[in-house]
């Protein structure tokens, strides 16, 4: 079957920096996609991995490795608005995403 | 980036009414249409696949005859939840993708059945 795991929930100080991972096993790859959500809000892009190695935007960077079937988000200078929940998401051979159950963050003075 | 309007945000209904919900891609033409769902702390699940001009592909368990999905067109799909009940209280949010590799959220539907 498919399966997507993170974790359900990490802690994190403001300032400081956090990684975030997946690991998947799906039927096909078609690329990795990483999401922010906020509470009672829909989902917002963050990060799209096709190719292995690490994709830097701003304070967010992501990571894949196809062959490990592994990838993180990793956040650094973390902000209080940055509480949320983070999903990894893969788009199978059908080009459909599946999706991991999604990361709480919790962002602490 | 492209948008993906959904409407309407927030919605009550009584039980046994239907509940229409339109989701558009505004500034592109989308090849799929989704259809989410999502319980309080729970991921999205999917409910369903919508290609424009022919029926919706439903995922196992999804009510085909009770969510109704009619994608008329390449920037327009609808979901509409018929005789609804408050089991179906719910956060619903529809996505698009622009050729296959972008997906684009809806701002998401919060039904509430009372």
């Known amino acids: 079957g498919q399966n997507i795991d993170q974790p359900t929930e990490m802690t994190a100080t403001e300032g400081a920096i956090v990684q975030i991972n997946c690991t998947y096993q799906?039927?096909?790859?078609?690329?990795l996609f990483w999401y922010q959500q906020h509470a009672g809000e829909a989902p917002t892009f963050l990060s799209y991995?096709?190719l292995d190695g690490l994709e830097e935007k701003g304070r967010f960077s992501s990571f894949l490795s196809r062959s490990k079937g592994y990838s993180y988000l990793l956040l650094k200078e973390l902000q209080m608005k940055d509480s949320a929940s983070y999903l990894c998401a893969v788009m199978d051979s059908n080009y459909q995403l599946i999706w991991g159950a999604g990361t709480k963050l919790i962002i602490k003075p | 980036g492209a948008v993906v309007s959904q409407h309407p945000s927030r919605v009550i209904c009584k039980s046994g009414t239907s509940v229409k919900i339109e989701c558009r891609s505004l500034d592109f033409q989308a090849t799929t249409m989704f259809w989410y769902r999502q319980f309080p702390k729970q991921s999205l699940m999917l409910m369903a696949t919508?290609?424009?001009?022919?029926?919706?592909?439903?995922e196992q368990g999804v009510e085909k005859d009770k969510f109704l999905i009619n994608h008329a067109s390449l920037t327009l799909s609808t979901l509409t939840v018929t005789s609804a009940h408050p089991e179906d209280s719910s956060f619903y949010i529809c996505?698009?993708?622009?050729?296959?590799?972008?997906?684009?959220f809806g701002q998401g539907t919060r039904l509430t059945v009372v």
């Open positions: 996505s698009a993708t622009r050729g296959h590799t972008e997906a684009f």
């Open positions: 991995n096709v």
């Open positions: 919508s290609n424009e001009g022919s029926k919706a592909t439903y």
């Open positions: 799906t039927s096909g790859f078609n690329g």
